[in-house]
């Protein structure tokens, strides 16, 4: 293994790694240079006693081995006996080449669970409408509203505790994987009989996980009563007067839906956690048993005991509880709940990189609610056309996002090991598997939607306004499919603050859009501002690909700079 200074060999062995040489290269940075301070990184990196303090940049002219035991430091013999050692990254000495048929092995074995898992939430609001639709077009309309305004306050900060959950865990898994090789291969080597020691199974206790429960069981108190006590001022806000028809019933359904805001925070939080021990087959097992639950709730509840809209809100909760529990269950069978102290728990570093997506989240709610208060204005049946190509636009846009969240939780546990061949590879091959995903989702929907929207209403009039929507479900979906990709790379690598201040400005842009266009082109125009916004977000992720290989040659001739002038 041979380490260096920085020199024009480490530039490029930074900046050779295409979409995550930036962030890479951030993160050995980060702690060295007192300027360049940034708020983001591995876990490892965010620990005040961080194992590079003592070198400012370092090259690794070594593969990484994804199948090393445990993490070596060697020491650097230098020919100058009172020249000052650099101590070196923790990567294994004896390292074989990284296999991309294994990345793609591991990448598709986490992908397809967690394709199904993402499935069923968006299935389970596809049954929600089904049921509701039957009803009527007022009853249609309330209820869209309704879920439009629960899923912006429930998601407000519950996908930036879920993203930032999912990487903090993949990490200290990664971490304690290390350990535990270290500890095995150290009891193997003094045991002298040459048989294997027994290993006892013990229940992980992790600081990452302890905080996100507790962050997310106060966050869901926060927004029931949220929801609760402020239904009738947020449907004012979105656009819903009290003149409006739908706005009692549409009052009535979001106050019973307040109560399953700690479930839903709960939930994505769980899936979070999971991710990051790569599983996603538990969630699976447990969100489809809760949303099986449902399909039995809502004729019970709807028909049998005569509830109607009511019943519908009620089954949804039921359902979600079950889901949320049961995951607890299976989560307190693999690590503690809670910590031994309350000082192992991260607070502060959840915080800090929550922070920016905190941002970025507000900038995409604020967006798709502009959407909906705009086709919410031109009347009740254009609203219910609204609703129903909305949850079939994000019922199949959101199953690439599987694939997304998968290769976040390998590229954090590949970073915090040091494999950066690997984080190259999964970008690579994500990227590939994405747009192919996005191109066949479009000719499947262009060629069923219309037939596909009669499952959720029967009314004429909003049938006919769904089929206009036929090219704005279908064709934006390869737009759809890159940008949640691009968003699970962002938050493998750390690289959260791009993540906010890009969204910010994709935002910003199509919201303008949203004000004007829509009063001259109608639904129709709202439609196509959605379709700019997601096709902006996929621009903006191709910029930071295609310029982190320049940015991050300027940074480091500013670092050498500054070091020559200091």
């Not at 080449?97 to 499935?119: F, I, N």
């Not at 900038?363 to 959407?371: D, E, I, K, N």
């Not at 959101?398 to 546990?413: E, M, N, R, V």
Request: hydrophobic residues 45%.
């Amino acid at each position: 293994m041979e380490v260096t200074n920085l020199s024009t060999a480490s530039v490029s062995q930074c900046h050779g790694f295409g979409f995550a040489s930036k962030s890479l290269c951030s993160h050995r940075r980060n702690v060295s240079s007192k300027f360049l301070s940034l708020s983001y990184g591995p876990h490892w990196l965010r620990q005040g006693n961080s194992r590079l303090s003592a070198s400012p940049f370092l090259t690794l002219r070594a593969k990484p081995n994804r199948f090393s035991s445990h993490p070596q430091v060697d020491e650097l013999t230098n020919s100058d006996k009172d020249e000052p050692t650099v101590p070196e990254l923790p990567v294994n000495q004896t390292q074989e080449p990284y296999s991309s048929s294994d990345v793609k092995r591991e990448l598709l074995l986490l992908s397809l669970p967690a394709l199904a898992g993402q499935a069923i939430d968006p299935l389970a609001q596809l049954m929600e409408t089904a049921y509701i639709g039957r009803l009527g077009t007022m009853e249609l309309a309330s209820a869209g509203v309704s879920v439009t305004i629960f899923n912006i306050i429930s998601k407000l900060f519950n996908i930036p505790l879920l993203s930032v959950a999912t990487s903090f865990v993949a990490e200290d898994m990664a971490n304690i994987s290390n350990q535990d090789s270290a500890s095995d291969q150290d009891g193997l080597e003094n045991s002298g009989n040459g048989k294997p020691l027994k290993r006892v199974y013990q229940r992980k206790q992790l600081s990452s996980v302890s905080t996100a429960l507790l962050l997310a069981l106060g966050l869901g108190i926060f927004e029931a009563l949220a929801l609760y006590l402020g239904c009738g001022s947020f449907l004012h806000i979105i656009g819903v007067s009290t003149a409006n028809p739908i706005r009692v019933p549409a009052q009535k359904f979001l106050s019973l839906r307040a109560f399953g805001a700690p479930a839903v925070v709960l939930s994505l939080a769980l899936q979070g956690i999971f991710r990051g021990f790569k599983d996603t087959k538990t969630p699976v097992i447990c969100l489809g048993v809760g949303n099986l639950s449902a399909v039995f709730l809502f004729p019970l509840l709807m028909y049998h005991f005569q509830l109607g809209v009511t019943g519908a809100a009620i089954s949804t909760v039921l359902s979600q509880y079950i889901g949320t529990l049961l995951m607890i269950w299976c989560l307190n069978k693999r690590a503690e709940l809670l910590p031994p102290k309350m000082g192992d728990l991260q607070f502060g570093s959840y915080i800090k990189s929550g922070g920016f997506l905190l941002g970025r989240t507000l900038a995409v709610l604020s967006t798709m609610t502009l959407g909906t208060s705009m086709a919410a204005r031109h009347g009740p049946v254009a609203m219910a056309a609204h609703q129903i190509c909305m949850q079939v636009w994000l019922a199949v846009s959101l199953l690439t996002d599987a694939l997304a969240a998968s290769g976040q939780a390998l590229i954090a546990s590949s970073l915090s090991r040091h494999e950066y061949r690997a984080v190259k590879e999964i970008t690579n091959f994500v990227l590939r598997i994405g747009l192919l995903t996005g191109i066949c989702l479009t000719a499947i929907l262009g060629a069923s939607f219309g037939s596909l929207a009669t499952v959720f209403t029967q009314d004429s009039e909003v049938l006919q306004i769904v089929r206009t929507g036929v090219l704005f479900v279908s064709a934006s979906q390869p737009f759809n499919a890159l940008a949640y990709i691009f968003d699970g790379l962002h938050y493998g690598v750390s690289d959260f603050p791009y993540a906010a201040f890009s969204m910010m400005l994709v935002g910003a842009v199509s919201s303008a859009f949203l004000v004007f266009v829509p009063s001259l082109f109608g639904l129709q125009g709202v439609w196509l501002g959605l379709s700019l916004f997601m096709a902006l977000r996929v621009v903006a992720g191709s910029v930071r690909d295609a310029l982190s290989e320049n940015l991050s040659i300027i940074v480091d001739i500013i670092y050498i700079g500054s070091q020559i002038f200091k």
